[in-house]
């Protein structure tokens, strides 16, 4: 059995890294729960038509986030090999790909809107069900393009800025909520389209702000060159999609399953609001799953880096809850 002193500074570099992660995470719980509450003061109507429609964008984004995971291990290895120029060139190429599958996610929950009927949910829900999910698909593409960052400035070991981020942009959010859907302070009494406002808002704002950190912080200096020289091409796009699709396919399809159960809480209408605890659930998915990426990073690189890697293997396998991830955490085998 391997001395815990082997490991010591590497289970405090695993938590440095790690638990910001996880309140950033948790923020948008947080967010998601303060949501719910809100609105279901507001009007029970309005929550059962908010929780239909974001159990189908929960899998849209968590989707979308498992693509974005691609990036992580490929910018860690870059960073661990001191080729900036090549991590801010894979940033560019990274923005692009997630703009694209973000406007192809967009397309695709443009054509569920439009067919909308078919789910036949209460006619006295629709009109908080359209204009909410308007503005859900509005923030598609800013939710992607800041995974981009997020997940770039993970690969760098700074954490602790994009947890910055989301968590400012939480508050603004629940600030938002609570002056656009109760009409507080002069504000208009908006409802559910007021929580809908203000999301959007938040995640057009947290891209903005990772934008102008990109461009003016000196941490991000020694990758603008290689971002702004850097071209988009077809090698690492596809090491983008390589890597990213299947953990996007893997957290779509358990997203999905939830989804499925609850796609037609809308149906219960006023008469039994739905609880919104599968959002959560769903958010959570993301969380735990975050780790993947890192593991692959592990494996790309030599010596202590790798040591590094299996320490987190050890380190996150008994939180996740994934008994059948044992077999691919044996040092003998993955670690010789």
């Given at each position: 059995?391997?001395?815990?002193?082997?490991?010591k500074e590497h289970y405090k570099e695993t938590i440095r890294l790690g638990v910001p992660i996880m309140l950033g995470q948790l923020g948008i719980?947080?967010?998601?729960?303060?949501?719910?509450?809100?609105?279901?003061?507001?009007?029970?109507?309005?929550?059962?038509?908010?929780?239909?429609?974001?159990?189908?964008?929960?899998?849209?984004?968590?989707?979308?986030?498992?693509?974005?995971?691609?990036?992580?291990?490929?910018?860690?290895?870059?960073?661990?090999?001191?080729?900036?120029?090549?991590?801010?060139?894979?940033?560019?190429?990274?923005?692009?790909?997630?703009?694209?599958?973000?406007?192809?996610?967009?397309?695709?929950?443009?054509?569920?809107?439009?067919?909308?009927?078919?789910?036949?949910?209460?006619?006295?829900?629709?009109?908080?069900?359209?204009?909410?999910?308007?503005?859900?698909?509005?923030?598609?593409?800013?939710?992607?393009?800041?995974?981009?960052?997020?997940?770039?400035?993970?690969?760098?070991?700074?954490?602790?800025?994009?947890?910055?981020?989301?968590?400012?942009?939480?508050?603004?959010?629940?600030?938002?909520?609570?002056?656009?859907?109760?009409?507080?302070?002069?504000?208009?009494?908006?409802?559910?389209?007021?929580?809908?406002?203000?999301?959007?808002?938040?995640?057009?704002?947290?891209?903005?702000?990772?934008?102008?950190?990109?461009?003016?912080?000196?941490?991000?200096?020694?990758?603008?060159?290689?971002?702004?020289?850097?071209?988009?091409?077809?090698?690492?796009?596809?090491?983008?999609?390589?890597?990213?699709?299947?953990?996007?396919?893997?957290?779509?399809?358990?997203?999905?399953?939830?989804?499925?159960?609850?796609?037609?809480?809308?149906?219960?209408?006023?008469?039994?609001?739905?609880?919104?605890?599968?959002?959560?659930?769903?958010?959570?998915?993301?969380?735990?799953?975050?780790?993947?990426?890192?593991?692959?990073?592990?494996?790309?690189?030599?010596?202590?880096?790798?040591?590094?890697?299996?320490?987190?293997?050890?380190?996150?396998?008994?939180?996740?809850?994934?008994?059948?991830?044992?077999?691919?955490?044996?040092?003998?085998?993955?670690?010789?």
């Amino acid at each position: 059995m391997m001395q815990l002193s082997v490991y010591k500074e590497h289970y405090k570099e695993t938590i440095r890294l790690g638990v910001p992660i996880m309140l950033g995470q948790l923020g948008i719980i947080v967010v998601g729960f303060a949501d719910n509450i809100m609105v279901g003061h507001h009007s029970t109507a309005e929550l059962a038509a908010a929780s239909f429609v974001n159990n189908f964008f929960n899998l849209v984004f968590i989707a979308g986030m498992g693509f974005s995971y691609g990036l992580t291990p490929i910018i860690g290895g870059y960073f661990a090999q001191k080729e900036y120029a090549k991590a801010g060139e894979t940033l560019k190429n990274s923005l692009c790909i997630n703009l694209i599958v973000g406007l192809l996610l967009s397309l695709c929950m443009l054509t569920l809107l439009l067919n909308i009927h078919i789910l036949k949910q209460p006619e006295e829900l629709m009109p908080y069900i359209v204009p909410y999910y308007i503005l859900q698909l509005f923030s598609v593409i800013f939710a992607m393009l800041f995974n981009s960052f997020k997940q770039f400035s993970d690969g760098t070991t700074d954490t602790v800025t994009p947890m910055c981020v989301m968590l400012g942009a939480n508050v603004l959010n629940i600030i938002g909520n609570y002056l656009l859907i109760y009409g507080n302070f002069g504000c208009p009494e908006l409802g559910l389209t007021g929580a809908g406002i203000s999301t959007l808002a938040s995640r057009i704002l947290t891209f903005g702000i990772f934008c102008v950190l990109f461009a003016k912080h000196s941490r991000y200096k020694l990758y603008r060159e290689g971002f702004k020289k850097g071209t988009v091409n077809r090698a690492n796009i596809g090491n983008l999609v390589r890597l990213g699709l299947p953990v996007g396919f893997q957290m779509g399809v358990e997203t999905g399953s939830e989804c499925h159960h609850d796609g037609v809480a809308g149906k219960h209408g006023t008469r039994r609001p739905p609880s919104g605890r599968r959002d959560h659930h769903a958010r959570l998915h993301g969380l735990l799953r975050h780790s993947g990426g890192g593991y692959h990073t592990g494996k790309q690189l030599p010596g202590p880096e790798r040591l590094a890697c299996h320490t987190a293997r050890i380190f996150c396998r008994p939180a996740s809850g994934h008994g059948d991830g044992s077999h691919r955490c044996s040092p003998d085998r993955d670690f010789p």
